[in-house]
């Protein structure tokens, strides 16, 4: 697979890059988040109410409204992974982005970086341990023509779209359509996976690129939503 490599913060600007080069340049620049295996989910209650709760809601189930995803049972290895992208400017900085530019802001208590891991720690077990909320279909598509788009992401995120950890691919069976298709959207306007730095964000933006035309999201989008997954 080639990558494109084009940024204004580093020497780059290559259309094509090869695989072998790539994992060289990933090596040396890629953003390498830190990822915490401890926290007390206590702290985390508290962090989340105060901070997130008023757009993701109570129980992380999200609210479309305010273009906020559900983070409910999500792992919380990837939770702070985005956090951390937000952070250093991988997510939220593109004009089109305006979603992610919003949540910049909203987690700018996380900027003092002596206090940072821990809260961020804290906030993503507590959310990963909350129970998965069922959401409602809002997207129009053919599920089953999706799943053969689908057949392409199985490698990342699982044939039942649970994800992965190892691969940073989270689990999106059960996550709310309307955000998948905002998230495609984003990956192929380049609002999204942009920056050379974020190596999973190029790869998603590479494969969201071969779906063909909006309808194709809409129909995959439609698959995934189809998924059974352990949301009550």
């Known amino acids: 697979m080639a990558f494109k490599l084009r940024t204004a913060g580093l020497k780059l600007n290559f259309n094509k890059v090869d695989e072998q080069s790539y994992e060289k340049y990933r090596e040396q620049y890629a953003f390498k988040p830190q990822v915490w295996d401890w926290a007390y989910p206590q702290s985390g209650v508290v962090l989340y109410r105060q901070h997130c709760a008023s757009c993701h809601g109570g129980d992380a189930s999200g609210d479309a409204a305010l273009g906020a995803p559900a983070l409910a049972g999500l792992d919380h290895g990837y939770i702070q992974t985005q956090l951390q ?35 961020i720690s804290h906030m993503a077990h507590y959310v990963a341990d909350l129970p998965a909320v069922k959401q409602a279909a809002t997207i129009k598509g053919d599920a089953q023509r999706g799943a053969t788009y689908f057949a392409i992401c199985v490698a990342c995120h699982g044939a039942d779209g649970k994800g992965n950890k190892d691969l940073g691919a989270p689990r999106i069976a059960g996550q709310a359509d309307w955000y998948l298709l905002k998230q ?15 190596v999973t964000g190029q790869q998603m933006a590479a494969i969201a690129k071969t779906l063909p035309n909006e309808q194709a999201l809409n129909d995959v989008v439609a698959y995934i939503q189809s998924l059974e997954t352990t949301a009550k």
């Open 184 to 198: 495609l959207q984003k990956y192929r306007a380049g609002a999204r996976g942009a920056d050379p730095r974020d």
């Open 85 to 119: 992208k937000f952070i250093v400017g991988l997510r939220g900085t593109h004009f089109k982005d305006v979603d992610g530019i919003s949540m910049r802001a909203a987690i700018d208590f996380l900027q003092p970086e002596a206090e940072r891991m821990p809260k």
